[in-house]
T-cell receptor, first 114, second 110 residues
Framework: DSGVTQTPKHLITATGQRVTLRCSPR?????VYWYQQSLDQGLQFLIQ???????AKGNILERFSAQQFPDLHSELNLSSLELGDSALYFC?????????????FGPGTRLTVL | SQQGEEDPQALSIQEGENATMNCSYK?????LQWYRQNSGRGLVHLIL?????REKHSGRLRVTLDTSKKSSSLLITASRAADTASYFC??????????FGSGTRLQVQP
């Protein structure tokens, strides 16, 4: 158990809908990262937050957004869902915002868009 | 395209044998990390090697890094059935985000 929690574990929804994925980092970790893992694209970095502020952006679509709250939990919002958004979404956390530190991954949320 | 590319894509060995997987990358790095992922689960950090290091050990794991060739290798000695998983290399290029390779699927037959 990494100490990172993600909810829900599974999510099934329809095209055009909007969902919110939630992540709680390890106690003491200030940095949260979101990744998308799909069969064709592999593991792709989406976005990073550090102590409430956006720190780095990767291949995140405009239909996706995220935020980190004062209690350091983070939410990833996916809207106008398409079939191709079906994937595993992982959250990871680390102590500081620099990638020299290892990242601790949550169990993931499996999103299925029908 | 991926910064890191693992080779082979899949590897099947017998318990007790050694498993070697390789990672090649394209740009300069600060460090390179290896992660393991059991089927459908989150990634687990295995080992981090900095750009000024050439070799690192952790238990049955041995990682080498050759920055001149932009490549790294992960060796798992005396493999066990429990080592069956996908293994990913991830590079830190200083952009505050790790870039993951496509992974090697390792199957250890009991």
């Amino acid at each position: 158990d990494s100490g990172v929690t993600q909810t829900p574990k599974h999510l099934i929804t329809a095209t055009g809908q909007r969902v919110t994925l939630r992540c709680s980092p390890r106690s003491g970790d200030l940095s949260v990262y979101w990744y998308q893992q799909s069969l064709d694209q592999g593991l792709q970095f989406l976005i990073q937050y550090y102590n409430g502020e956006e720190r780095a952006k990767g291949n995140i679509l405009e239909r996706f957004s995220a935020q980190q709250f004062p209690d350091l939990h983070s939410e990833l919002n996916l809207s106008s869902l398409e079939l191709g958004d079906s994937a595993l979404y992982f959250c990871a956390s680390s102590v500081v915002g620099e990638t020299a530190n290892e990242q601790f991954f949550g169990p993931g949320t499996r999103l299925t868009v029908l | 395209s991926q910064q890191g590319e693992e080779d082979p894509q899949a590897l099947s060995i017998q318990e007790g044998e050694n498993a070697t997987m390789n990672c090649s990358y394209k740009t300069s790095i600060n460090n390179l990390q290896w992660y393991r992922q059991n089927s459908g689960r989150g990634l687990v950090h295995l080992i981090l090697i900095r750009s000024n290091e050439r070799e690192k050990h952790s238990g049955r794991l041995r990682v080498t890094l050759d920055t001149s060739k932009k490549s790294s290798s992960l060796l798992i000695t005396a493999s066990r059935a429990a080592d069956t998983a996908s293994y990913f290399c991830a590079t830190d290029t200083g952009r505050r985000a790790l870039t993951f390779g496509s992974g090697t699927r390792l199957q250890v037959q009991p």
